[in-house]
């Protein structure tokens, strides 16, 4: 194993002890309403979905950007 490749395992197992951290720190569930829909799961689920949702949207506005810059 490169000293590269160390590096980056010492890093992947820092973060998953993080995101494990943050797991079980965050299990009691909540509610989360919107318009009519109710969803209830752990806070940690909800936070990581809104996380996904911001990532998504930042993609397809970097999308957006790009070929409106391409265009024009």
Known sequence: MTGQ???K???????MALVISFVMQNRETVG???????WEASRAV???T???VGV???WLAR???IRRKRSG
């Open 32 to 38: 989360v309403e919107f318009l009519i829909w109710t």
């Open 50 to 52: 809104v996380f996904l």
């Open 56 to 58: 998504a949207a930042g």
């Open 63 to 65: 999308g957006a950007a």
């Open 46 to 48: 909800v936070l990581f």
């Open 5 to 7: 490749q160390k590096l």
């Open 9 to 15: 395992a010492v890093i992947a197992a820092v973060l």
